[in-house]
């Protein structure tokens, strides 16, 4: 067995949600021996960067120029499976793991005749056309019919269909209007590996002050993220609570929203090492508009921490009773942050439920194990 991993997204995103989850999926199946690669975006050619630019000019005659980023995303999700099949087919890979619905639709085009399984991994709570239209740009009718059309049929031709929850697998095949059989699997990610010095010990590495409190939050700075929610809920809490954001993006408008409500700036920064910022941190917080599952918030779990996230996608899935779920519009996120952090013996309640429950979650290895048996039968279905 030996299996070709590709997703759309570059080598520089690795430090969030996929690029982390992935790259932890490739150290559990080299644990357990079977051989493993990864291929994404950041590998195409030059041949294969000149075909992205004539699709994309092509396709922007019919797209208005406010949807042309998103255009240049499905192209190059188009042309990376390409590559990576073509690259699968060469160097007698069996196995061809799609890290996206779009990816899997360029690649199953070129392992049509071939005997390589290929599959998808479906890191959205739902279906691309859905995705796009509500969380990054509003997609005109005919092109949300024609995503909604070619995923469906790529779906139905894969060999495996794997999302990281079942309430995102359930939502996924309802929206494409499709059974859930065999080939659908609910396989979580795996309960990561952190760095968690001890309390004291982080909060000097990274010069916090021993006095203050510190609310984390991570990922990038995106409005799907709502970061400004935070913001307004810091305006609640005692002046000695300060915001910290992990994620890289444009700061300015979550700066200039602090200084005009009168509280202390966020503190924003990049890191590749979440570990540290977890133990040194006294609570967690996620105001997503969307998660299929919410890394960032097993990891606050692993790292013991009380919660309060958004009660939307895959999320409940993970944090199960170990979280307070604001509503999902997060409407009463300042509510439910104000009540858990004024109360020590709630917040001490809901760390004991998240480290308990993520000691329960499985490893790496675990989790390999699932998409192995995965691989096999969807080998076995080739032959």
């Known amino acids: 067995m030996k299996i070709l991993h590709a997703s759309r997204e570059i080598r520089a995103d690795s430090r969030y949600g996929m690029g982390r989850v992935n790259a932890s999926l490739l150290k559990g199946l080299h644990q357990i021996g079977i051989h493993s690669d990864y291929i994404c975006a950041s590998d195409m050619d030059a041949a294969s960067l000149a075909q992205v630019a004539y699709w994309h000019k092509q396709l922007a005659r019919l797209c208005p120029a406010d949807m042309q980023p998103v255009v240049h995303v499905l ?16 160097q007698a890979y069996t196995h061809l793991h799609c890290h996206d619905a779009v990816v899997a639709a360029g690649a199953s085009r070129e392992l049509a005749g071939q005997r ?33 059309q070619w995923e469906r049929r790529v779906t139905q031709a894969a060999n495996w269909v794997v999302c990281p929850t079942a309430s995102g697998r359930t939502n996924l095949a309802s929206e494409l209007k499709l059974p859930i059989d065999a080939r659908w699997h609910a396989i979580p990610h795996a309960r990561p590996d952190l760095n968690l010095p001890e309390k004291p010990s982080a909060r000097r590495l990274l010069g916090w002050n021993p006095q203050s409190r510190y609310l984390l939050a991570v990922g990038q700075l995106i409005p799907l993220k709502r970061f400004e929610l935070m913001i307004d809920a810091m305006a609640a809490l005692p002046a000695n609570w300060r915001l910290v ?26 890191t590749d090492d979440v570990g540290p910022y977890l133990a040194a941190a006294d609570a967690f917080v996620s105001a997503s508009q969307t998660e299929s599952f919410g890394m960032a918030i097993l990891e606050a779990m692993t790292a013991g921490l009380p919660i309060v996230c958004t009660h939307v996608g ?32 709630h917040c001490a309640t809901l760390a004991a439920k998240s480290r308990a429950r993520a000691d329960q979650w499985p490893d790496r290895k675990a989790v390999a194990r699932e998409y192995h048996a995965m691989y096999a039968a969807a080998g076995e279905n080739k032959r």
């Open 75 to 90: 192209v190059s999700a188009w042309q990376t499976g390409r590559m990576a099949a073509r690259q699968a087919i060469d």
């Open 116 to 148: 390589i399984a290929w599959g998808i991994s479906e890191h959205g709570f739902s279906c691309v056309a859905q995705s796009l239209h509500a969380y990054i740009q509003p997609l005109p009718r005919w092109l949300r019919w024609l995503l909604w």
């Open 245 to 270: 954001l992990l994620g890289d993006g444009d700061a300015a408008p979550y700066l200039a929203r602090a200084e005009r409500l009168g509280i202390a700036p966020p503190i924003i920064t990049v």
């Open 314 to 345: 895959g999320v409940s899935d993970v944090v199960g009773e170990a979280a307070e779920l604001a509503a999902a519009d997060g409407s009463d996120l300042a509510q439910r942050l104000s009540a858990v952090l004024a109360d020590p013996a």
